[in-house]
DNA sequence: CTCTGTGAAAACATTCACAGCG
DNA sequence: CGCTGTGAATGTTTTCACAGAG
């Protein structure tokens, strides 16, 4: 087997999921007038200490000022620009079902700049109407409407005897990753992009934590990257 | 501060996340007529060794048969029982916009064995009208409802700042557990369950990967569970 | 020979603790 | 001082590798 290429530095998979976490954060204070931040303070609300804090973001640079803390702003660019936020993605939803509606007129995607540029679903009766202005159209329009939109990630709201094969047809359209809603785990090629959301999933971590007792807190955590040799929710 | 109560063996945060893809894959597999499966055969379709299966089953009790692998529908029952899965949740939804309503909807939960039992909303106008049969109640039936019909998980589908007023309502109201789909970090006393899924982040991670070239696989996680001492997504 | 359960080793992630900057 | 960045120490999770059961 080849030496797995590893990206730069290789980033502590938690951490990459703390990332979102603290770039959520970080927007909050800033529209409440906070112009600068600590690990200390950072962490506070988060449940981390202030060393995981410091930790994470050093994985990426020296962003920080001794003894003043974070610049807001300055951190937000550059965790943006890290995590490619930096640039608005247009996404496509396969599915005209409940989720798949309910995810086409979830206002926050366009506002954090990804962008739902067409909505395809297989069944015929379905093709012609639309949600929210977007047009549903027929699943054999996807790869011809993934080039010319220019769509770079897929959304999977099908159910799962089709997610599979939704997935190979995203891939093979040219989407470079793919958020998943079915109940079930896909797999991609290596270089595609993958997360899975699964609501039972994390109804059952929810039971779980009260049918066990669990007392820590962090854990379970509901989507999952579940890539080429991977873990899946 | 004092020690933490540790339940029984304590459990590795990573493996109660697995539990759940356990559970699910041994379903899909009991319902192809398999009737027995291997700790390898498991890890080779969900993306993880044998031997990770093997010590994620063993921290529980000795559910295999060496030379024989685990009987897939025993394995199911004791993983049910384990996950607080082998008896009905009742379950309220509050917020009845897009992401409510497309959840009072998702047929797999009651089939999984959590109900839905009732929906609440702020906004007066909706009071009375209803989803899929069930009504929409105001949440000033709140307290009364989720005590009367013996609901103990809440949803919260409201907007970002609502969502902390809505969770203490909840566990005021009686609640054991809170899935969280508000892009907010809740907190919640000891010993209340919470997960967290936010579909913004779940993107992220996406975006991240593709953007960072992470070649693993394993790692984000779309929801989170941010409890007491918490990480949340 | 197949496959589990499990100590022991290795890999990974978090926390500590402190030098050094402003 | 307050706060960052970071090696060293500690804690946690995964993998290895094998004894023993069927």
């Known amino acids: 087997m080849p030496e797995r290429k590893s990206n730069s530095k290789s980033i502590p998979r938690p951490a990459a999921r703390r990332l979102s976490l603290y770039l959520r954060e970080l927007a909050s204070r800033l529209e409440q007038g906070e112009t600068t931040v600590s690990s200390k303070g950072l962490g506070r609300t988060l449940g981390l200490t202030d060393a995981q804090v410091r930790k994470d973001l050093a994985l990426f640079g020296q962003f920080g000022h001794p003894g003043r803390g974070y610049a807001t702003s300055d951190l937000i660019d550059s965790l943006r620009k890290i995590m490619g936020r930096d640039r608005a993605w247009r996404v496509c939803v396969v599915g005209a079902g409940n989720i798949g509606r309910a995810l086409v007129s979830y206002d926050r995607f366009r506002r954090e700049g990804f962008e739902i540029a067409a909505v395809f679903d297989g069944a015929a009766a379905l093709a012609g109407s639309d949600i929210g202005g977007i047009r549903i159209r027929p699943m054999t329009d996807l790869a011809k409407v993934v080039t010319a939109e220019k769509i770079a990630l897929g959304i999977i709201a099908v159910p799962r005897e089709s997610a599979q094969q939704v997935a190979d047809a995203l891939v093979a359209a040219g989407v470079r990753g793919i958020l998943n ?50 873990t899946q929710v």
Chains 1, 2 share one sequence.
């Open 181 to 230: 809603f079915a109940p079930r785990r896909i797999e991609v090629r290596e270089g595609i992009g993958i997360v899975s959301v699964d609501f039972t999933v994390a109804l059952e971590q929810l039971a779980f934590q009260i049918a066990f007792g669990r007392d820590d807190g962090d854990a379970a955590s509901g989507h999952s990257p579940d890539a080429e040799a991977p």
